[in-house]
């Protein structure tokens, strides 16, 4: 049955019900998908490293040990799960390799870039098996809206009396693409207006709102200190007690310094053709912004956008949720605060293939709402 599985299409649910029947064991798991990261991962670069397998193989022996016995941990016991940044475990994800509100899910062995927003959320083929991966990433003490039944309990597939604020597709469309092709960009707002037209049919409400711009959220004084400029005093400080941990003797990199001057007598290697430069490192490690400065910029506009933004918009139009096109700067607004984000699937783009979907956005705490729409 091991060898019948594709790993392309097989969600986490469908493989725990392998599992649970016996069809397949987490040590022939684990095995199939080292096999498939040996395969792939020279051209995706998904994975900077893996585990030595016979690590992995003694865990997985006992996982399946305790399924034997009767005991699991929950609907991803015995299952392999991608974790790291963003880029990386979105491929693996997409390949069958194997952000919720700030604060419920624990950062810990995340380098936050700064004592502002810190985001770890779930990334996974269907709704339950996010649902699922929430349930187990959430501290349930740091959440004010957990379910009885857990965020599974969330996947209805139904709408509900769920409102739904919608943002001018041709507003919020990224200005700055990696290449503009106007081709694409016709069609996505094309399928985005229409995916509108066909929410109206089926939810409470669906209205037209207006968001506060990402140029109109600062302050004219304070827009030449980006919000990247902000976390460098920060991001040095904690860069350089991450990087004290490794155990690294042999190379002696042990603060941002270090890593700047390996890099540069190992250029070859640390800095290939495309990727040949340190002006992040050199950023950090010149910064002039002062904690107090770093605190400046984060309370205002962390209050600005409260105020005059997200929050604004959901009570006066009276919505439960906002949504805009994937492909544009909400991030900006909404990863400054504790507004949870999700993103819903949409289509392939004619001239490329390349995935675009939208997004949607909620109050603090209100993940299980997203979960809602996602499934509905």
């Given at each position: 049955?091991?060898?019948s599985?594709?790993?392309?299409?097989a969600?986490?649910?469908?493989l725990?019900?392998?599992?649970?029947?016996?069809?397949?064991?987490?040590?022939?798991l684990?095995?199939?998908y080292?096999?498939?990261?040996?395969?792939?991962?020279g051209?995706?670069?998904?994975?900077?490293a893996v585990?030595q397998?016979?690590?992995?193989?003694?865990?997985?022996?006992?996982l399946?040990?305790?399924?034997a016995?009767?005991?699991t941990?929950g609907p991803?016991h015995?299952?392999?799960?991608?974790?790291?940044?963003s880029a990386?475990?979105?491929?693996?994800v997409?390949?069958g390799?194997?952000?919720?509100t700030r604060k419920?899910?624990p950062?810990i062995g995340?380098v936050?870039?700064?004592?502002?927003?810190d985001?770890?959320?779930?990334?996974?083929k269907?709704?339950?098996d996010?649902?699922?991966?929430?349930?187990?990433?959430?501290?349930?003490t740091?959440t004010?809206?957990?379910l009885?039944?857990?965020?599974r309990?969330?996947?209805?597939?139904?709408?509900?009396?769920?409102r739904i604020?919608?943002?001018d597709?041709?507003e919020?469309?990224s200005?700055?693409?990696?290449?503009?092709?106007?081709?694409?960009?016709?069609?996505?707002?094309?399928?985005?207006?229409?995916?509108?037209?066909?929410l109206?049919t089926?939810?409470e409400?669906?209205?037209?709102?207006?968001?506060?711009s990402?140029?109109e959220?600062?302050?004219?004084s304070?827009?030449?200190?980006?919000?990247?400029d902000?976390?460098f005093?920060?991001?040095?400080v904690?860069?350089?007690?991450?990087?004290?941990?490794v155990?690294?003797?042999?190379f002696?990199?042990c603060?941002?310094?270090?890593i700047?001057?390996?890099?540069r007598?190992?250029?070859?290697?640390?800095?290939?053709?495309?990727?040949?430069?340190?002006?992040?490192i050199i950023?950090?490690?010149?910064?002039?912004?002062?904690?107090?400065d770093?605190?400046?910029v984060?309370?205002?506009?962390?209050?600005?956008?409260?105020?005059?933004?997200i929050n604004?918009?959901?009570?006066?139009?009276k919505?439960?949720?906002?949504?805009?096109?994937?492909?544009?700067?909400?991030?900006?607004i909404?990863?400054t605060?504790?507004?949870?984000?999700?993103?819903?699937p949409l289509?392939?783009?004619?001239?490329?293939?390349k995935?675009?979907?939208?997004?949607?956005?909620?109050?603090?705490h209100q993940?299980a709402?997203?979960?809602?729409?996602?499934?509905?």
């Amino acid at each position: 049955m091991a060898s019948s599985i594709n790993l392309l299409t097989a969600t986490a649910s469908e493989l725990q019900a392998e599992l649970c029947n016996g069809s397949i064991t987490s040590k022939q798991l684990v095995k199939l998908y080292l096999d498939q990261i040996s395969k792939y991962n020279g051209y995706l670069k998904a994975v900077t490293a893996v585990v030595q397998e016979d690590i992995l193989t003694r865990r997985a022996e006992a996982l399946d040990n305790k399924r034997a016995q009767g005991m699991t941990h929950g609907p991803l016991h015995g299952m392999a799960n991608a974790g790291g940044s963003s880029a990386g475990s979105a491929v693996a994800v997409a390949a069958g390799f194997s952000p919720p509100t700030r604060k419920i899910v624990p950062t810990i062995g995340i380098v936050s870039p700064g004592a502002g927003p810190d985001y770890a959320g779930p990334m996974a083929k269907t709704v339950l098996d996010l649902a699922n991966l929430l349930d187990v990433m959430v501290d349930q003490t740091k959440t004010r809206m957990m379910l009885e039944g857990g965020y599974r309990s969330a996947v209805t597939g139904k709408w509900g009396e769920i409102r739904i604020g919608v943002l001018d597709p041709d507003e919020w469309l990224s200005q700055s693409p990696a290449k503009y092709e106007k081709e694409a960009s016709n069609q996505m707002v094309r399928e985005w207006k229409a995916a509108y037209k066909k929410l109206a049919t089926v939810a409470e409400a669906v209205e037209p709102v207006t968001l506060v711009s990402v140029d109109e959220s600062i302050e004219q004084s304070k827009r030449d200190r980006t919000e990247l400029d902000a976390t460098f005093p920060r991001l040095k400080v904690r860069l350089d007690r991450y990087v004290a941990l490794v155990d690294d003797a042999e190379f002696r990199v042990c603060t941002v310094d270090d890593i700047g001057k390996f890099s540069r007598e190992h250029a070859v290697e640390e800095q290939p053709p495309g990727a040949d430069r340190q002006a992040s490192i050199i950023r950090v490690v010149q910064t002039l912004m002062t904690d107090q400065d770093h605190e400046d910029v984060q309370t205002f506009t962390r209050n600005q956008r409260k105020t005059q933004g997200i929050n604004r918009v959901l009570e006066e139009n009276k919505v439960n949720v906002i949504m805009k096109p994937r492909d544009g700067p909400l991030f900006r607004i909404s990863g400054t605060e504790e507004y949870p984000e999700a993103s819903l699937p949409l289509g392939y783009l004619d001239c490329n293939g390349k995935p675009f979907g939208l997004q949607i956005m909620a109050k603090a705490h209100q993940e299980a709402l997203l979960i809602q729409v996602q499934s509905a």
